[in-house]
Nanobody, 124 residues
């Protein structure tokens, strides 16, 4: 069975950094792409970043450009989200997603698999 498991969330002060991990099991996504989404309290789930597994092409939401970096480790079948200069409004549950298409996507319905999410809380 395909499973995505996020980790690395926690409590961090504004201006600090965290690195999230998403480990895929059950299969590889070498021919697909992966993305990160987040959902803040009372808000809709929104796109954060995406990466093509084979080519490594990346795409970011405007709100995180220059602060967040998505990357992959093909050997570990794992995708990361390095977050820096964190802001209070970045507090959210962060979700990992995967799709069986190498083209980068930013819409939820374009993804086939989802993790359970990891909580990121940014404090003042």
């Amino acid at each position: 069975q395909v499973q995505l498991e996020e980790s690395g969330g926690g409590l961090v002060q504004a201006g600090g950094s965290l690195r999230l991990s998403c480990a895929a099991s059950g299969r590889t996504f070498s021919s697909g792409s992966m993305g990160w989404f987040r959902q803040a309290p009372g808000k809709e789930r929104e796109f954060v970043a995406a990466i093509s597994w084979s080519g490594g092409s990346t795409y970011y939401a405007d709100s995180v450009k220059g602060r967040f970096t998505i990357s992959r480790d093909n050997a570990k079948n794992t995708v990361y989200l390095q977050m820096s200069s964190l802001k209070l409004e970045n507090t959210a549950v962060y979700y990992c997603a995967a799709r069986n298409d190498p083209r980068i996507a930013e819409r939820q319905y374009e993804y086939d698999y989802w993790g359970q999410g990891t909580q990121v809380t940014v404090s003042s």
